[in-house]
T-cell receptor, first 109, second 112 residues
Framework: GQSLEQPSEVTAVEGAIVQINCTYQ??????LSWYQQHDGGAPTFLSY????GLEETGRFSSFLSRSDSYGYLLLQELQMKDSASYFC??????????FGKGTRLSVIA | DGGITQSPKYLFRKEGQNVTLSCEQN?????MYWYRQDPGQGLRLIYY???????QKGDIAEGYSVSREKKESFPLTVTSAQKNPTAFYLC???????????FGPGTRLTVT
């Protein structure tokens, strides 16, 4: 089977840095993607890592280590609007993404 | 402007009625997906289609049906056989063989 584990909740202070971890067990693994979902809204694509290392997109970065079956999403200079749920998802070729259960991030003042 | 549209945003139905949710994309994506999300929960895959006139069951296909007659369109029918149809339904699309999906705004279905 395929599964992903991520923390259910994380709380961080405005202006700080937070890391959301994701470990996966996926056969035929191609890559790991991240999605953000605000309450009542639809998920939006943030990043996709196919190779090991760090990908940076503005305040958000995503990291992948294929040897450790591990990735993380790093959010810097946290803002209140970053409060949302964050999902990691594994991709293994011509099959649908497998999503983690999501991490609810609360940014506090 | 490319994107995915779902309509309506909110839908109310009586128990025992079938209801069809619309999903249209103009991203020229081959693959389309339907997910169900319950409050505070993750995404569960209902059906997906990687090519026109072909579709596959996801993890929770019972009580649902789909069609894929056109590349742009992937409607989902919630039948009266679905025991707990009240949920947030999300449609997504992607290029075939790509690890990123793009979601529509969702339809919130309430069945009473």
């Amino acid at each position: 089977g395929q599964s992903l584990e991520q923390p259910s909740e994380v709380t961080a202070v405005e202006g700080a840095i937070v890391q959301i971890n994701c470990t996966y067990q996926t056969s035929g693994f191609y890559g790991l993607s991240w999605y953000q979902q605000h309450d009542g809204g639809a998920p939006t694509f943030l990043s996709y890592n196919a190779l090991d290392g760090l990908e940076e997109t503005g305040r958000f970065s995503s990291f992948l280590s294929r040897s450790d079956s591990y990735g993380y999403l790093l959010l810097q200079e946290l803002q209140m609007k970053d409060s949302a749920s964050y999902f990691c998802a594994s991709y293994s070729g011509n099959t649908p993404l497998v999503f983690g259960k999501g991490t609810r991030l609360s940014v506090i003042a | 402007d490319g994107g995915i549209t779902q309509s309506p945003k909110y839908l109310f139905r009586k128990e025992g009625q079938n209801v069809t949710l619309s999903c249209e994309q103009n991203l020229n994506h081959d693959a389309m997906y339907w997910y169900r999300q319950d409050p505070g929960q993750g995404l569960r895959l209902i059906y997906y289609s990687q090519i026109v006139n072909d579709f596959q069951k996801g993890d929770i296909a019972e009580g649902y049906s789909v069609s894929r007659e056109k590349k742009e369109s992937f409607p989902l029918t919630v039948t009266s056989a679905q025991k707990n149809p009240t949920a947030f339904y999300l449609c997504a699309s992607s290029n075939r063989g790509a690890g990123e999906q793009y979601f529509g705004p969702g339809t919130r279905l309430t069945v009473t």
